[in-house]
T-cell receptor, first 115, second 111 residues
């Protein structure tokens, strides 16, 4: 059971470079999201998707783009990396129910350093 | 103002010394309160979901409880392997499927 798979696990970028963080889940979950985790800040929501073709912004969306062409995949794109985007990124998925949240399953994270 | 506040930020216990972690929240229309465990270098791992005041869930040495404004994670006779950061998150009406996380409590259990 793979669950939520993130690639790569580690990445170093130069300022201004672009890259895509990959996230795939095999649980047929409709809801997927991206968080960043910084020391002393907790997990902050970047973007989320309630289903294929539908995305929306979270708390800290600037500098990031997402798309959701399939239920399984939810890539996060950094168009022009900045040192402020140095962080650990987590992808999560869950199966929504009416009126209640259900538990989210997280990937192992991508540690990104922008120099 | 933070919607989810966890305390203490860090807690150091001796093996066998029971204690509690707190998660207070200010959102209205709770749709679920979640406890996660996070080990260094890993993603959060789901522990419990609580939906209504008075609800309790247990798993091994951990017990989670919920009131209208806060949740407690009670740790009974902890062992060194319980050392981790414990995260609390809430979903709420008007928040869609989004979760709001607290900053976590880092628990260290010394042998």
């Amino acid at each position: 059971n793979a669950g939520v798979t993130q690639t790569p696990k580690f990445q170093v970028l130069k300022t201004g470079q672009s890259m895509t963080l990959q996230c795939a889940q095999d649980m047929n979950h409709e809801y997927m999201s991206w968080y960043r985790q910084d020391p002393g800040m907790g997990l902050r929501l970047i973007h989320y998707s309630v289903g294929a073709g539908i995305t929306d912004q979270g708390e800290v969306p600037n500098g990031y783009n997402v798309s959701r062409s399939t239920t399984e995949d939810f890539p996060l794109r950094l168009l022009s990396a900045a040192p402020s985007q140095t962080s650990v990124y987590f992808c999560a998925s869950s199966y929504p129910t009416t009126g209640l949240n259900t538990e989210a399953f997280f990937g192992q994270g991508t540690r990104l350093t922008v120099v | 103002e933070d919607q989810v506040t966890q305390s203490p930020e860090a807690l150091r216990l001796q093996e066998g010394e029971s204690s509690s972690l707190n998660c207070s929240y200010t959102v209205s229309g709770l749709r679920g309160l979640f406890w996660y465990r996070q080990d260094p270098g890993k993603g959060p791992e789901f522990l419990f979901t609580l939906y209504s005041a008075g609800e309790e869930k247990e798993k091994e040495r951990l017990k989670a409880t919920l009131t209208k404004k806060e949740s407690f994670l009670h740790i009974t006779a902890p062992k060194p392997e319980d050392s981790a950061t414990y995260l609390c998150a809430v979903g709420y009406q008007g928040g869609s499927e989004k979760l709001v996380f607290g900053k976590g409590t880092k628990l260290t259990v010394n042998p």
